[in-house]
């Protein structure tokens, strides 16, 4: 019995070793000879993984709702979100909203209370939604819409106060604790919905073109040259009101390829490590908004068809996005209706006011 296993491990070693050098071999044909290496072959020769978030994992996504009238140096965990939405709330504010996936982070906050249109883009990425508090309207949406939710003002235990910091502006809390808590509220924590953007790991550049072949009235020799498309715009500075009082903006940083932001004119910065945020890509997406009471609140029309642009790499394209319900995945296009691949990277979707104006240089 030994001496035959000993013999089919031996065939086993045998067939590997001559599949590997099989697939040597053809690899090296085409790189020696300058060919076009199969789609079958790329596909599961050193295939590229996401940086930003893990393709193979379903742990379920978590959103949380940030405080945005705390200054530009208050905010933790914010670098560690992949993606994160900021909107209009009443006064003329915004209130932000962080997703996270993937990644123990060890601060998050400070945690404010819930507006019903957030809950809008929560659920596209099948999130566990966190506050501290709701508006009736979000209360009343979180019911109907059967929204796994962490409210502080209910569920204690995720969530803390830093009494240095006056309240309602020192709740925090970290991704170790929420999960926590969705496990003691029988809450799943995972899933297999949470895939929202188009990402590739191909580099996208928004600047490439098509190439055409033209005659050189000059030289009568036939050039090729590359057409950009005309809605191109360069995006070394992005500016983006909300209100008279809510300036949000962006500059392009040529050496790291990302975009650093401001608030206000001001550097937005890392509570825990005092660094600038930066990001990848920049979503704008326009969207009516409209006042629902007379404390000011908001209501934003989140289902339908509207315009934006994708920004990345120095370059700004129009897009348009669309979302068939509340609950359904918000799809992004270009005005041809290819869909926009999304550069391996933090996002920030900017949901700004239709009257916005803004300012793409």
Not at 107 to 119: A, E, K, Q
Not at 262 to 284: P, R
Not at 292 to 305: A, E, I, K, M, N
Not at 332 to 359: A, C, E, H, M, R
């Amino acid at each position: 019995m030994k001496k035959k296993n000993s013999k089919r491990q031996k065939v086993r070693i045998a067939i590997i070793i001559i599949g590997l050098l099989i697939v040597g071999g053809v690899l090296a044909y085409y790189f020696v000879f300058n060919k076009e290496v199969p789609e079958i072959i790329k596909k599961h020769v050193n295939k590229k993984k996401l940086t930003i978030v893990d393709e193979d994992s379903n742990k379920r996504p978590i959103a949380v709702m940030y405080d945005n009238n705390v200054g530009n140096n208050a905010h933790a965990g914010l670098q560690d979100s992949y993606i994160t939405y900021e909107m209009i709330v009443e006064g003329g504010l915004t209130r932000l909203m962080a997703v996270f996936k993937d990644k123990d982070v060890d601060l998050i906050g400070p945690v404010r209370s819930s507006r019903h249109y957030f809950l809008d883009y929560a659920l596209e990425s099948d999130a566990i939604y966190t506050h501290f508090g709701w508006s009736t309207y979000a209360q009343e949406s979180i019911k109907s819409l059967g929204v796994n939710n962490i409210n502080g003002l209910y569920d204690n235990s995720p969530f803390w106060r830093d009494k240095s910091i006056a309240a309602p502006h020192n709740v925090f809390t970290t991704t170790d604790k929420i999960y926590d808590c969705a496990k003691d509220k029988k809450y799943d924590t995972e899933t297999d919905d949470w895939k929202l953007l188009n990402y590739t790991t191909d580099k996208v550049n928004l600047n490439k073109g098509k190439t055409k072949t033209v005659k050189n009235p000059d030289t009568g020799k036939k050039e090729k040259v590359k057409e950009t498309d005309p809605d191109l715009l360069t995006a070394n500075e992005v500016k983006i009101p909300y209100s008279p009082s809510q300036m949000r903006s962006y500059k392009y940083d040529s050496e790291s390829k990302m975009y650093l932001r401001f608030m206000n004119g001001s550097a937005h910065s890392d509570k825990k490590s005092g660094e600038q945020l930066k990001y990848k890509n920049i979503l704008i997406v326009k969207v009516p908004n409209s006042q629902l009471d007379s404390y000011g609140r908001q209501d934003l029309d989140t289902v339908g068809t509207g315009e934006g642009y994708y920004i990345t790499n120095g370059y700004a394209l129009p897009i348009e996005w669309s979302k068939s319900s509340r609950k359904a995945k918000s799809k992004y296009t270009y005005k041809d209706g290819s869909k926009v691949k999304i550069n391996d990277g933090n996002t920030f979707i900017q949901i700004t006011p239709t009257t916005s104006t803004l300012t793409i240089e």
